[in-house]
């Protein structure tokens, strides 16, 4: 009996390390700066539409010199290094000394759009020394549309530290997910146009099949409605004849043939007058 509780024991222990674990795993979304109660929904549907982005890492290597050499590692709305928890959404790591510096914390978001771009920024870094009045850094990161592209080309512009407040490092980036919707450039002629060639379509193929595997006729004859459309010609051609010709339809013609009749009755016209009187 013993021995069966200690297995449960056991048990209950992985269990809870389990779901202790999975929690330590789960990663942090954004966290738009303010309570919750003041988020808009313009912010929380922008944070939706980059969503896509979450599960893919930038890096940017930048090298000034023998005195800076510096990799910044950038994530859409999660941690750069899940394990640190520090809610580093984007990092500067120096390459001389392997110092660590936050730039930005995804814990203090701000995020708004344009037609064709969305601006994410990380406050809340960590602060500055010399530079800023001391103040906490920050990164701008402008997302730029570019269709047919996931995310590309990511990577520093500039460092504005020579301020006394609101320093700040600009990163760009391209990515599909900053393009506007796209709009139908189907015009009422075009839909017209597909719905009459499909009732085409439907016609066709369902009156072939019906004069097939219904009435059972062979060749030509499965076409729907044969007989109408063979001597549809000659009605076109009868009512052309109708509604174009402006003279009557009784008047003599206007010339006179040359056929082997008209010739001789010319001839015996001709000839009248040699007759004896």
């Known amino acids: 009996m013993s021995s069966h509780c200690h297995t449960s024991a056991l048990l209950l222990v992985f269990m809870a390390l389990a779901v202790s674990g999975a929690e330590q795993s789960e990663e942090r979304n954004c966290d738009v700066i303010g309570d919750e109660s003041s988020e808009s929904q313009m912010e929380r549907a922008l944070l939706n539409k980059l969503e896509p982005l979450s599960h893919m890492r930038f890096n940017v290597t930048v090298e000034k010199g023998k005195t800076e050499n510096y990799v910044y590692q950038f994530r859409v709305c999660r941690e750069v290094n899940s394990t640190a928890h520090d809610y580093g959404g984007l990092v500067q790591t120096d390459r001389q000394n392997g110092k660590t ?9 701000q995020v708004f759009n344009g037609s064709d771009w969305i601006m994410l920024i990380y406050k809340g870094g960590d602060s500055y020394g010399s530079h800023c009045s001391g103040e906490k850094r920050r990164a701008v990161i ?17 460092e504005e530290r020579e301020k006394e407040q609101e320093c700040f490092y600009l990163f760009e980036m391209d990515s599909s997910v900053a393009c506007p919707a796209e709009n139908s450039h189907l015009s009422v002629g075009s839909i017209l146009l597909i719905t009459f060639a499909s009732l085409i379509a439907v016609y066709i193929i369902g009156g072939f099949l019906y004069q097939r595997l219904v009435v059972g006729a062979k060749g030509m004859e499965q076409f729907p409605h044969f007989a109408f ?18 003279k009557p339809r009784n008047a003599p013609a206007a010339y006179r043939g040359v056929g082997d009749d008209q010739l001789g009755e010319e001839s015996e016209e001709r000839d009248d007058h040699l007759l004896p009187m």
Do not use: H, P, Y
């Open 142 to 158: 402008m997302i730029s549309c570019k269709r047919g592209v996931t995310a590309s080309s990511f990577s520093i512009i500039s």
């Open 101 to 109: 510096t936050v730039i930005g914390r995804i814990n203090e978001t």
């Open 229 to 246: 459309w063979q001597d549809l010609g000659n009605l076109v051609a009868d009512g052309c004849d109708f509604v174009c010709r402006s």
